[in-house]
């Protein structure tokens, strides 16, 4: 698990200080599916979101070879204090050239602000 423990720390600093690029690094943008849909809402979550701040923790880590699926808990908290949770979400990572990228996503919204093309912006929630 601590792997994934350092993986998911090192995804919310960069999801934290919003660089994006950094961020999409994490992903496997040739098995990912709607990964261009993926990078685009991301970006409208960096450009129009205020400060929020990311918790992840590993529920459960299923190992097989070059696959993992892990379940997380995750709460996202604005700065005017609302929140956005979810719990035993599935995030399915495999190994290209050696490192874990995510390849599958059960709940988008772990890491998208809104749903699809965001509007508004955080604080408005």
């Known amino acids: 698990v601590s792997t994934f423990d350092e993986i998911f720390k090192q995804m919310r600093n960069v999801y934290i200080d919003e660089r994006l690029r950094e961020f999409l ?4 943008q040739d098995s990912y599916p709607n990964f261009v849909a993926f990078t ?3 970006e409208n979550t ?3 979101s205020s400060n929020f701040n990311l918790k992840i923790v590993i529920r459960n880590l299923s190992l097989d070879k070059d696959t993992a699926l892990v379940r997380v808990d ?3 908290t604005y700065e005017d204090s ?4 979810g719990f035993n ?3 399915r990572f495999h190994k290209v050239d050696g490192v874990w990228k995510i390849f599958d996503i059960e ?3 772990i890491f998208i602000v809104g ?3 965001f509007q508004g912006n955080v604080t408005d929630r």
Not at 25 to 28: A, L, R, S, T, V
């Open 82 to 85: 609302s929140r956005d949770s």
């Open 74 to 76: 995750w709460i996202k």
């Open 46 to 48: 960096f450009d129009l």
């Open 115 to 117: 749903s699809g093309t």
């Open 40 to 42: 685009e809402n991301m």
């Open 89 to 91: 979400n599935i995030i």
């Open 25 to 28: 690094e994490f992903f496997d």
């Open 107 to 109: 709940v988008e919204k």
